[in-house]
Structure formats: structure tokens, C-alpha cells
């Protein structure tokens, strides 16, 4: 507890500074800095080496804080109340006023915002005067971290400070929705979609127009190990890893498992992971089985198709 206290510390020194620091939220660590300074975002884009054009998700502590920022549509209230804080980004219109970076939105006006979970991230939030602009902790189009570790190979001496919060229990971004119009989800994630459209259905104005934004998020060559993925497959070739949603019997070196017993949680929470032991161990190319498009199952799908994209 102590000892979370000075890390927290730490990092609010870090962050004071317009430095980047990696957080851990519930969905994958973060690379987080000042969201209203233009010099500890444009660290964030440098370091991970990311397009201008992609913009960064900004985390809030609390609606008060959001408030401040960002125009509240219809439909937000109803979201916020049953998923918040959670596994769920809104794209929102910024109010005039806002002290957000430009560079974050590439000076457009609307914006992603979300309110994650992770108990260590909330006290952090809670305890500094702005927003934390945090895309995930990885170097761009490569695979999130979801431990320190995964944060340590990723960016290695060059990030000064990484909280731990231990390993993210998602393991997954962020379902991002955008609020803007005719509410859409723009990417699969942490919150199965149906469970959101069920929810606003009886709020939606059926009369607005989805108002198209393009998320490079959801571009082809994202979230990818850097080797060949085959997905649907009945079996592995030589040397291939292989990657079963549940454990078999048979005990293959090539075989590795999302889950004991099927579950599509612990599956999601185990993918990246499995991803990264398996380029550790040098394998070349892996094989994926079949995964059930169900609940959380639908975002793996999301993110194994752009993973076997070349
Ligand atoms: P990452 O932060 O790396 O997990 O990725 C965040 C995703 O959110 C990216 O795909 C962004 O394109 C998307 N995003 C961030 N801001 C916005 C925005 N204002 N409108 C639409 N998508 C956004
Ligand atoms: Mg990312």
C-alpha cells in the first residue's frame, strides 16, 4: 500500500514535469502524459512513434473533470451510468473553452474520452489537476502490453517510469463509440457491443445520421505480433505455434492455450500475452483455432483478423 502511495507520487512528479509514464488501467497499460500540454503530448507521439493523424484517448477521473472539456450528447448519461468507470471510450464534441492539446484530436473538434478502472490509475486521476492523454503503451501498430514487463520490451530505458498495477484483467482496448450523431461503435472491445446497442436502442434518435469518422485504430495492420497470424485453423504446421481457446489433453511444445476451460474473459485477457511468449520463444509464424464470435469473443475476432492482415 506504502509503497503504491510513493509510486504514485512518483508519477505525479513525472507527469507535473510534461514528462510520459506508463499506467496500468483494465484494459492494456497506457503511455500516459499532461492531456493539456502540447509538450508532454507530443512526447507521447514521439515515443510511440505515432502518426499525427491518429488521435489519443484522454482519461478522466470523474464527470465533474469531463464536464470541463467536452460537450455531453443524449445518449452519454445513460452509458456512463452502467459502464463507467470501465472498458469504454466516447468520441464527444470538445467545448470551446477546452484546454486540450490540439495536437491530441489533430485539431478536430471531437474527441475520445474514457474513465478506466484500474484502482491505481483512479487514485492517480484523482490526485492531479488535468486529464491524462493515454493511447497504449506500445510502439505503434504492434501488439498492447498488459504487464510491465510488456512495457519494459517495449520501450526499454528510453520511458523514465512505469507504474505497475500488475497485469490488466481485460486485456483488451476499449470499445470506442462515438456519440457524435447516430451513436456507432467505431472499434470492438472491453464491453460487448450488443450489451451497448441494447442499452441506447430506446434511446436513439432513429432520425440522426451517423456521422462517419475515420479511427486508424481500426486500420488494416494494427494490433500485430510482427509474424504471419493464420486464423480458423484445424491444426498446426510444422513449427508453427498453435493457439487453442481451451487446454487439451494432448500436451504439444506448440501448443498454447487462451483459456482452461473456454472462457472467452480469461481468453481476451491471455491473448497479448500469448502473443509476445510466443515471439520470445522465436517462433516464426503462429496458427490460431476457431473463436467462438460471442461476448468478448467478437473483439478477440477484431483483433486476431487485423493481426493475420500483411
Ligand atoms: P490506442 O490509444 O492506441 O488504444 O488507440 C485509440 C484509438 O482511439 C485509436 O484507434 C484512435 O484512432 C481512436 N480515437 C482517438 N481519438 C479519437 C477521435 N477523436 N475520434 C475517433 N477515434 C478516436
Ligand atoms: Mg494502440
Known amino acids: 500500500m506504502k509503497k503504491n502511495d510513493s509510486n504514485i507520487k512518483k508519477a505525479i512528479k513525472y507527469l507535473n514535469n510534461n514528462d510520459c509514464i506508463a499506467i496500468p488501467t483494465e484494459t492494456v497499460y497506457g503511455l500516459a502524459g ?17 502518426p499525427k493523424n491518429n488521435p489519443l484517448i484522454v482519461h478522466y477521473y470523474s464527470l465533474n473533470d469531463l464536464k470541463k472539456d467536452c460537450k455531453i450528447e443524449n445518449t452519454f448519461d445513460k452509458l456512463f451510468k452502467k459502464f463507467c468507470p470501465g472498458p469504454i471510450s466516447f468520441v464527444l464534441r470538445l467545448k470551446k ?19 478506466p478502472s484500474h484502482p491505481l490509475t483512479r487514485k492517480l486521476l484523482n490526485k492531479i489537476n488535468y486529464p491524462l492523454a493515454a493511447p497504449s503503451a506500445n510502439i505503434s501498430t504492434s501488439i498492447s502490453p498488459v ?9 526499454g530505458p528510453k520511458l523514465k517510469f512505469i507504474l505497475d498495477g500488475g497485469s490488466s484483467k481485460v486485456g483488451i482496448e476499449s470499445t470506442i463509440i462515438n456519440l457524435i450523431g447516430k451513436p456507432h461503435i467505431l472499434r470492438l472491445g472491453g464491453i460487448n457491443s450488443k450489451l451497448i446497442y441494447k442499452l441506447i436502442n430506446s ?14 485504430g481500426t486500420s488494416k495492420l494494427h494490433y500485430s505480433p510482427g509474424i504471419p497470424v ?7 504446421f510444422l513449427n508453427e505455434a498453435f493457439i487453442l481457446i481451451k487446454k487439451r489433453r494432448n500436451l504439444n511444445k506448440n501448443y498454447f492455450y487462451l483459456s482452461k476451460t473456454n472462457n472467452l ?3 481476451a485477457k491471455n491473448l497479448y500475452k500469448i502473443f509476445r511468449v510466443i515471439k520470445k520463444k522465436g517462433y516464426k509464424k503462429i496458427a490460431i483455432e476457431k473463436i467462438p464470435n460471442i461476448n468478448i469473443g467478437e473483439a ?10 500483411k
Open 34 to 50: 499532461n492531456a493539456y500540454s502540447d509538450k508532454a503530448v507530443s512526447r507521447i507521439y514521439k515515443l510511440k512513434k505515432r
Open 147 to 155: 504487464s510491465k514487463q510488456d512495457v519494459v520490451d517495449e520501450f
Open 300 to 309: 478477440i475476432n477484431d483483433r486476431i483478423l487485423r493481426a493475420s492482415k
Open 265 to 267: 474473459k480469461e481468453a
Open 230 to 236: 493464420r486464423l480458423n485453423a484445424k491444426k498446426n
Open 97 to 115: 473553452t477546452s484546454k486540450i492539446s490540439k495536437i491530441i484530436t489533430n485539431n478536430s473538434n471531437s474527441i475520445a474520452v474514457r474513465f
Open 203 to 216: 434511446l436513439e434518435n432513429k432520425s440522426k445520421k451517423i456521422i462517419k469518422i475515420k479511427v486508424p
